[in-house]
């Protein structure tokens, strides 16, 4: 589980996230192993980056993946583009990396199994397990802190100055209060474009 977040404030997006992992009851800080849950990807339009929130088995599937996507097919710039790019990722990690699509017998579609966040120049989104796809205005947070960070977010949204500010306290609220989130933060800010 985790505390990860995406903001987007004063001409900048911003991604940060926390470094535990956890099994069960055991935690796995980062002084035992470099829990790195955002990784970078570039696009025709520039870099972006992706955390996620779900079984730390996601991480290196989904860099895999996304690495193997034709560059022309990876495009993460507006809510359809995120779609699209998930839409043609879903097969690969099914075939490829036998993902398990079932979560429930009265699924809608099937699962990706993962919720993500993502950061570029074009703004910060959010991506749920069936490949909805939520372009966010201001913040947002996913992972079992989220309801924290969420908290912690909306109270220092009008004080802050920076979106870096803001990803902090949500992130530093994640860490305090989930027993699944624990420092250090990681953290990466893009510049928005006009």
């Not at 980056?49 to 990876?74: E, N, S, W």
Request: charged fraction near 25%; aromatic fraction near 12%.
């Amino acid at each position: 589980m985790t505390t990860l977040v995406a903001v987007r404030k004063a001409g900048q997006a911003v991604i940060a996230t926390d470094a535990l992992i956890t099994f069960g009851d055991t935690r796995l800080g980062s002084r035992f192993e470099a829990n790195e849950k955002i990784f970078r990807v570039e696009t025709p339009a520039g870099g972006s980056y992706i955390g996620m929130a779900g079984t730390a088995a996601h991480f290196p599937v989904l860099r895999k993946a996304m690495a193997a996507l034709p560059k022309d097919q990876l495009r993460l710039g507006s809510k359809d583009e995120v779609f699209d790019t998930f839409h043609k990722l879903h097969p690969v990690l099914k075939d490829t990396f036998f993902l398990q699509t079932k979560e429930d017998d009265n699924d809608p579609y099937e699962s990706s199994q993962f919720s993500a966040l993502i950061a570029n120049a074009s703004g910060i989104y959010g991506l749920y397990s069936y490949r909805e796809v939520f372009e966010f205005k201001e913040f947002w947070a996913i992972g079992s802190g989220r309801s924290f960070a969420l908290g912690a977010m909306h109270a220092t949204w009008g004080k802050a100055k920076t979106a870096r500010e803001v990803a902090l306290a949500g992130v530093h609220a994640g860490c305090e209060f989930d027993k699944n989130s624990g420092g250090p933060v990681e953290l990466f800010t893009v510049k928005l474009k006009k």
